[in-house]
């Protein structure tokens, strides 16, 4: 039972153009989630995050959505740059449980020159 | 350097051979986790500690055992490991405050096989 999903395993955009990254999750109760990049041969790293509070949250070329009555939040990318090629993963965690994060099973991006 | 460290980072063992894989932190974090990546299935969860000698199943905890006696180690035991066991596992740890819901720092990961 997959709580969170990343329905989309890779995704393949032009350097310059916006990359957009989706997610999907089912259990009402996730309150915050949150995105990690990983690259080959590394740990994941935090990328950006969002509260259920908010229906937006940016940084820099990097900007989150949250639609909270379809349960989905995407990443967009803009510009996307080579440097950005890796795997994504989207996590959700449940109020009142703040040391439990369920994954999704990722993207990888792969945006070429 | 702020970094967590996992060791070893590559291990081939039998079925049965107990091992476990050390994750230590240099942040002073109070919150640990453990997570193994497996294709299609993303990042799952093992356990989590809020803070020293507290300790909390994931989403996936049958098979392993951890312990927290220090704020700085967080081990992860396979008592009697078996061959879907067969994992990439990542420790991570974050800041006080709301555990997972706090930027999390990875190791760079261990790549376990069991025959």
């Known amino acids: 039972d997959q709580q969170v999903k990343q329905n989309s395993p890779s995704l393949s955009v032009q350097e310059g153009r916006i990359s957009i990254l989706n997610c999907d999750y089912t259990?009402?109760?996730?309150?915050?989630f949150l995105w990690y990049k990983k690259y080959p041969a590394e740990g994941p790293t935090f990328l950006i995050s969002i509260s259920s509070i908010k229906d937006k949250n940016e940084d820099g070329r990097f900007t989150v959505f949250l639609n909270k009555s379809a349960k989905h939040l995407s990443l967009h990318i803009v510009p996307s740059q080579p440097g950005d090629s890796a795997v994504y993963f989207c996590?959700?965690?449940?109020?009142?449980?703040?040391?439990?994060?369920?994954f999704g099973q990722g993207t990888e991006l792969s945006v070429k020159p | 350097e702020a970094q967590v460290t996992q060791n070893p980072r590559y291990l081939i063992t039998v079925t049965g051979k107990k091992l476990t894989v050390t994750c230590s932190q240099n942040m002073n974090h109070e919150y640990m986790s453990w997570y193994r990546q497996d294709p299609g299935l993303g990042l799952r969860q093992i356990y989590y500690?809020?803070?020293?000698?507290?300790?909390d199943k994931g989403d996936v905890p049958e098979g392993y055992k951890v312990s927290r006696k220090e704020k700085r180690n967080f081990p992860l035991i396979l008592e009697s490991p078996s061959p879907n066991q067969t994992s990439l596992y990542f420790c991570a740890s974050s800041s006080r405050g709301q555990g997972a819901r706090q930027p999390q720092h990875f190791g760079d990961g261990t790549r376990l096989s069991i025959l």
């Open positions: 259990n009402s109760m996730f309150d915050y």
């Open positions: 500690s809020m803070n020293v000698e507290v300790t």
């Open positions: 996590a959700a965690s449940e109020i009142n449980q703040g040391g439990k994060l369920i």
